[in-house]
């Protein structure tokens, strides 16, 4: 069925008129004080019949009149509000995110498919409770060239404590996903006092150690325990190269 008929069927399972809509809407636009929450006849016909989709007014409104939840409404257009996560995380490629629901047996599925998910398929884990994942943004060049951009990293959030790991030399660093005020990183962690130092791998383009107050503007989210990423950069990733800035949250 139809948005426009299912929107009917609603009208209809109430009991209302269009005028009746019509007047019903006029109250909360003057309650509202804002005549943007008014529907009326030939606007309504329009949504039923089809020719157009209603704005956000007119979904407040119809919810308050037909007695239904916002989402409900919206699923009428075939519109989840909770894929909005994971298409916020396709939407935006260049960002560095904690990934939403696992899905693959526990693998997520990264934004750009096409240019990893050959090595994604590479990773494969225990059902862990405290395993998330987290995908390194196309302009993240922090820990390159070990960790290359558009990578797929496993995050144990047991281990939060970069002091508390012993290592020998740098394939056994330990390497921690961070949650900052404004974005996500990944890389080497220090702590010094009450600052935290995101230290980039030595060959990577992002060459300067990032101080943020700790828990205030960072808070590690869990150490890196496994990754997928390229072994070569593209022509295209070897263009994008540059000193990478602190991108915002999806």
């Not at 309504?44 to 009149?65: D, K, R, Y």
């Not at 935290?196 to 101080?211: D, E, N, Q």
């Amino acid at each position: 069925m139809a948005a426009g008929n299912k929107l009917k069927a609603l009208r209809n399972k109430c009991d209302l008129t269009v005028r009746d809509v019509e007047q019903a809407s006029r109250r909360i636009a003057d309650a509202k004080g804002n005549k943007n929450y008014c529907i009326s006849n030939s606007w309504l016909a329009q949504l039923e019949n089809g020719v157009s989709a209603p704005n956000i007014w007119t979904i407040f409104s119809l919810c308050a009149i037909y007695r239904v939840s916002f989402r409900d409404l919206l699923r009428l257009y075939d519109v989840e509000t909770d894929e909005i996560e994971k298409y916020t995380f396709i939407a935006n490629p260049h960002l560095t995110v904690l990934c939403p629901d696992a899905e693959h047996n526990g693998r997520p599925m990264p934004p750009d498919g096409d240019e990893i998910e050959r090595s994604s398929r590479l990773m494969k884990t225990e059902d862990k409770s405290d395993i998330v994942y987290g995908y390194i943004g196309l302009i993240d060049y922090t820990m390159h060239p070990l960790i290359r951009p558009g990578a797929v990293v496993e995050i144990d959030t047991s281990q939060t404590k970069p002091d508390a790991i012993s290592w020998q030399h740098e394939y056994d660093r330990p390497i921690f996903f961070v949650e900052l005020r404004d974005g996500y990183a990944c890389g080497w962690c220090e702590m010094q006092g009450n600052q935290l130092l995101l230290i980039p791998h030595p060959s990577s383009p992002a060459a300067k150690i990032r101080r943020f107050l700790c828990p205030r503007e960072a808070e590690i989210v869990g150490r890196v325990v496994s990754y997928s990423t390229r072994c070569v950069d593209s022509v295209t990733d070897v263009r994008k190269a540059s000193t990478p800035i602190t991108v915002k949250k999806a």
